[in-house]
């Protein structure tokens, strides 16, 4: 998922590809100010989240829990996408997250790649029953 970030002081920024280096500095944005905000410019997450809405990311402060939307890195971009479960691989834990729209299931995500929870949206009972019906008959 392609995203603009917007600043504090509401200037657009293109960060479509970001570096290992320019992520670790959104991360350390993200703790000092508490929040973030960012354009979507991609539709895997309609019509949860559309394309051109802005999204407020905030660093977690509680456990991630099954159905929060989380932005992390990958592949040298942030996506926002779905949290479904924890695998635990190596003795490593990772996450496993998927797209709304298309219920992809995305590469396995390492805890250093997530960048936050989504607070401005979340999905509601028939959202969650919808998503979890389309995974179980896909």
Known sequence: ???IM???KQNLAPLVMITDEQFSKLKLKLLAFGKI?????SSSMEPVIQIKDVVTVKPFRKKIKNFDIVAFYL?????VHIYLEILFLNTKSVFKTYSYRTVDVDPAIQQASILGEVVSHRLNLAQKISFMFRIAFR
């Open 75 to 79: 592949y040298e971009q942030i996506c």
């Open 1 to 3: 998922m392609m995203f």
């Open 6 to 8: 917007r600043t504090q």
């Open 37 to 41: 905000e960012l354009i979507i410019l």
